[in-house]
């Protein structure tokens, strides 16, 4: 059964630092994995998707990378900025339609 | 497009009586998802359509859970009889492709007393 895991659980950061959050899963035959960022009392916003076959990808500010061989996952977040504060998930999926999900990093940026 | 639309947003019911959850994906899209989001157990998905056919509902926790796909713009998740241990947060999700991400709705938050 796959299980995902996310480092650390929460993050407290001054506004302007670099950051990473970790996701490592334990079935590393993937389909795909996706970021999320969750708001208090909103739904889910995908932020990225990676192929298995795939790195990275980027996204403005956000730079996700996979080593699938290892069951890693990595979310960048470069110059933070008090918006950025949510719950940021990661989900894998063996199938292309079913996600698993983390439990999340709840991130606050402070300004 | 105003995305996956859900509701209501917020339902208060007391135990046993039957809950209807609604969503409507978003238009093109032939995946929809249901999940549901406890602080104790995260986010799981209950059952997904493609092509408004069912075709895994092994995580709906039991038979009181039901979930219709109509048609390719409506989907509704039932609860009868409804238990405290029911209330959560129900997301609906559509997708149009598994090479494309998902379209969260707003959620549902549901509260059994």
């Known amino acids: 059964k796959q299980e995902v895991t996310q480092i650390p659980a929460a993050l407290s950061v001054p506004e302007g630092e670099n950051l990473v959050l970790n996701c490592s899963f334990t079935?590393?035959?993937?389909?795909?994995l996706q970021w999320f960022r969750q708001d208090p009392g909103k739904g889910l916003t995908s932020l990225l998707l990676i192929q298995s076959s795939q790195r990275e990808q980027t996204s403005g500010r956000l730079n996700a990378s996979l080593d699938k061989s290892s069951g890693r996952s990595t979310l960048y977040i470069a110059a933070s900025q008090p918006g950025d504060s949510a719950t940021y998930l990661c989900a894998v999926s063996k199938d292309g339609n079913k996600l698993v999900f983390g439990a999340g990093t709840i991130l606050r940026v402070k300004s | 497009d105003a995305g996956v639309i859900q509701s209501p947003r917020h339902e208060v019911t007391e135990m046993g009586q039957e809950v209807t959850l609604r969503c409507k994906p978003i238009?093109?899209?032939?995946?929809l998802f249901w999940y549901r989001q406890t602080m104790m157990r995260g986010l799981e998905l209950l059952i997904y359509?493609?092509?408004?056919?069912?075709?895994?509902d092994s995580g709906m926790p039991e038979d009181r859970f039901s979930a219709k796909m109509p048609n390719a713009s409506f989907s509704t998740l039932k609860i009868q009889p409804s238990e405290p241990r029911d209330s959560a947060v129900y997301f609906c999700?559509?997708?149009?492709?598994?090479?494309?991400?998902?379209?969260f709705g707003s959620g549902t938050r549901l509260t059994v007393v």
């Open positions: 079935d590393s035959a993937i389909y795909n």
């Open positions: 238009s093109g899209h032939n995946s």
């Open positions: 999700a559509s997708s149009q492709d598994r090479n494309y991400g998902y379209t």
């Open positions: 359509f493609n092509n408004n056919v069912p075709i895994d």
